[in-house]
C-alpha cells in the first residue's frame, strides 16, 4: 500500500517537474523571441490610436520591421502614450523615444527652422514644387543640416492636406476674427493674431473639450481630416473657406546615437520604408479629404460665404509679412526663406 502511494507521489513529482520544465522552456522561447530584434525603437506619433493617420504611422512601423526582416522592432506610441505632443522633439533628441514624427509649431522655440519646413502662410500648394524645393533646390540638405544640430537624423519628408480654420461662430468677413481664441500654433498663431484673433497653443487631444467647454472659440487642423476625425463638427461647425497653409511638409526623425548604431543597409531600409510612408500620406490624403468634408457636412458642417475680393488681399498680405519675421528667427530659417524667396 505504502510502497504505491510512493510510486504515485514520484509520479506526480516527475509529472510537476515535467509541467514546470516546460513552462520555462516555454517562456524561455517568448522572451528569446521577443528580443531578437537586433535594434527595438519606440515610435512616438501625435494621433490617438483608431484615426486614420495614426494607422499611417503604423504601416509605416510595419513596413520597417518587415523590410528589415525583424532585425528592427518598431513599437508604435500614440497620443497621450508617454509623451505629450510639445515633448515629442525633445523626447527623441534625448533617446527617450527612438523615432518620431513631430508637428514642428509645437517646437517653435527650440527648433524654429521647422516652422518654415512645415510651410508658412502663403507657401506653394503645389506637390511637385513642394517636391522640388526639398529635393532640387536645397531645403532638404539645409534641413539635414539643422536637425543633426539638434542630434537628430531627418529622414524623407511627407506632404499633408491644407491647413483650415473650424470655428464655432460664423465667418462671413475678417473682422469676425477679431476677439476669438483660436488654437494655432506657431506661424499660424501669429498668421491669425494680424487679423485680430489670439492664438493658443494646444495638443491635438484637447481640441474638442476646449471648443465644447469655451475655452477656444476654434481651431486649425494639421489637415482637414483632423478635424473629422476629432469629431470637431459637433461643437464647432463652421470652416472658413481660405486655407492658412496650402499644404503642409512634416518630417519624421530618428535619434542620431540610435541611428548611429545601424549597418548600412539597415539605414538604407529605413530610408526606403520612410519613402514608402511619404506617398503613402499623400494618396491617402487625397482620397480621404473628400470623405471627411462629406462626413462632416453631413454632421451639420457649414462653409463661410464666399470672401471677398478684400479680405482675399488682406489674408494674403497677412501671410507675407510673416516671411521676413521667420527669416530673422536662425540662420537655418534665414536659408530656407531665401530659398524660397529665390525660387518664385
Do not use: C
Not at 203 to 227: C, F, K, P, Q, R
Not at 239 to 255: D, E, F, H, K, S
Not at 280 to 289: A, G
Amino acid at each position: 500500500m505504502f510502497k504505491t502511494l510512493n510510486k504515485l507521489k514520484q509520479r506526480s513529482l516527475m509529472k510537476n517537474i515535467a509541467v514546470g520544465a516546460l513552462a520555462i522552456s516555454s517562456t524561455f522561447f517568448t522572451v528569446s523571441h521577443a528580443y531578437a530584434a537586433e535594434h527595438n525603437w519606440r515610435f512616438v506619433n501625435l494621433y490617438p490610436r483608431g484615426t486614420a493617420y495614426g494607422e499611417v504611422y503604423k504601416g509605416f512601423a510595419d513596413n520597417i520591421e518587415a523590410m528589415s526582416n525583424g532585425r528592427i522592432s518598431v513599437q508604435v506610441m500614440y497620443a497621450g502614450e508617454g509623451v505629450g505632443q510639445t515633448g515629442v522633439l525633445g523626447s527623441v533628441k534625448s533617446g527617450l523615444m527612438t523615432m518620431g514624427a513631430p508637428f514642428q509649431p509645437m517646437h517653435a522655440g527650440e527648433f524654429p527652422a521647422g516652422v518654415v519646413e512645415v510651410g508658412l502662410p502663403g507657401m506653394t500648394d503645389d506637390v511637385g514644387e513642394l517636391s522640388a524645393l526639398f529635393h532640387e533646390r536645397g531645403w532638404g540638405d539645409v534641413l539635414k543640416e539643422a536637425y543633426d544640430k539638434q542630434n537628430l537624423v531627418w529622414l524623407e519628408p511627407y506632404i499633408q492636406l491644407p491647413v483650415y480654420v473650424l470655428t464655432k461662430a460664423p465667418i462671413n468677413s475678417l473682422e469676425d476674427f477679431k476677439g476669438m481664441k483660436i488654437r494655432a500654433p506657431g506661424a499660424y498663431g501669429k498668421f491669425l493674431r494680424q487679423l485680430g484673433a489670439s492664438p493658443a497653443s494646444l495638443s491635438y487631444s484637447e481640441i474638442y473639450t476646449s471648443l465644447a467647454t469655451g475655452v477656444i472659440d476654434g481651431s486649425i487642423g494639421s489637415n482637414i481630416i483632423d478635424h473629422r476625425d476629432g469629431n470637431h463638427v459637433e461643437v464647432a461647425k463652421y470652416m472658413y473657406r481660405l486655407p492658412i497653409a496650402g499644404a503642409q511638409t512634416l518630417p519624421i526623425v530618428v535619434n542620431k546615437n540610435a541611428w548611429n548604431k545601424l549597418s548600412d543597409d539597415l539605414k538604407a531600409i529605413v530610408r526606403a520604408a520612410s519613402a514608402v510612408h511619404a506617398r503613402e500620406q499623400m494618396t491617402k490624403s487625397r482620397l480621404w479629404e473628400s470623405q471627411a468634408i462629406a462626413d462632416m457636412e453631413a454632421k451639420g458642417m457649414l462653409w463661410s460665404p464666399e470672401p471677398s475680393e478684400q479680405d482675399v488681399a488682406t489674408w494674403k498680405n497677412a501671410a507675407s509679412t510673416l516671411w521676413a519675421e521667420y527669416a530673422e528667427s536662425d540662420p537655418y530659417s534665414q536659408r530656407l526663406v531665401k530659398i524660397v524667396q529665390n525660387s518664385q
